[in-house]
């Protein structure tokens, strides 16, 4: 027989989607406060002497993987209740791009890549910096994971928008991601035990950036200056 409170005290979507944000919300801390702990040993530690400083580097860096990928599931779910902050403002292209591979010089330096920047002379853009370094990161991040040695990152105007190119030597995406790369930036698969979320999430602040009528756009190709994959962010 089937019991007729069940549906009484069964959460709401709403509800469950509080949860689970709040949720994230506390798991984002804890792993945030792990993150420093980590960054003080670092910085107080000597590479030279430490035997374990290169799997400290590591696992802060999983950290630092893992609190982008929660920070990320807030952002969707405050989007989707239309309560992000989206703040746009003008930013200089080479301060910003700096500023977020010193992040990772340590990982970089222990895992032998060769990482260049390079941002057009005096370029400044005007998009949401925490929203776009996020994108930034998952790109940074995929390409430390499948580059041979090097990676450039670069950003310039082009067609009156701003191109951020992120390549590496790797093998280059497969030709599955490349063809399914819209589909998977538009939906997310939960019952496919996969679900994109950095490309999703990536493809979602693209989309938020607009100008007139034009609006920003990703795209996942193979080939470019170092003739493996390239990830291309476009804002007008």
Same mark, same amino acid.
């Given at each position: 027989? %089937? ?12 509800s ?9 919300? *506390?798991?984002? &801390?804890?792993?945030?406060m ?5 960054? %003080? ?7 030279? %002497? ?12 999983k ?19 239309k ?11 080479? *301060? ?12 970089l330096?222990?895992? !032998?890549? &060769? ?14 910096e ?11 991040? &995929? ?17 009156? %928008?701003?191109?951020?190119?992120i390549? *590496? &030597? !790797? ?10 790369s819209?589909?998977?930036?538009r ?8 679900? !994109?979320?950095?490309f ?19 795209r996942?190709?193979?080939g470019?200056?170092l003739? !493996? ?8």
């Amino acid at each position: 027989m %089937k019991d007729s409170n069940v549906s009484s005290v069964a959460p709401s979507a709403q509800s469950m989607a509080n949860f689970l944000a709040s949720s994230v919300h *506390d798991m984002k &801390n804890s792993v945030n406060m792990l993150i420093c702990g980590l960054d %003080k040993v670092l910085a107080s530690a000597d590479s030279a %002497k430490l035997t374990t400083y290169a799997e400290l580097v590591q696992m802060n860096h999983k950290a630092k993987h893992i609190n982008n990928n929660l920070i990320q599931l807030l952002a969707l779910y405050k989007l989707g209740q239309k309560i992000y902050p989206f703040d746009p403002q003008t930013i200089c292209l080479s *301060d910003f791009l700096h500023a977020l591979v010193a992040q990772h010089s340590e990982l970089l330096k222990s895992r !032998g890549i &060769n990482l260049e920047v390079y941002a057009q002379s005096g370029l400044y853009w005007y998009f949401d910096e925490d929203l776009i370094s996020g994108v930034v990161e998952n790109a940074l991040s &995929n390409a430390m994971r499948y580059t041979r040695c090097c990676i450039r990152i670069s950003a310039q105007k082009k067609y009156e %928008k701003l191109e951020l190119r992120i390549e *590496d &030597n !790797g093998d280059g995406y497969p030709i599955q991601v490349l063809q399914e790369s819209v589909d998977n930036m538009r939906s997310m698969d939960f019952q496919g035990g996969s679900t !994109g979320l950095g490309f999703y999430f990536s493809a979602m602040v693209a989309r938020m950036h607009h100008h007139q009528e034009q609006l920003g756009e990703l795209r996942l190709e193979n080939g470019g200056s170092l003739r !493996g994959a390239c990830f291309v962010l476009c804002l007008p």
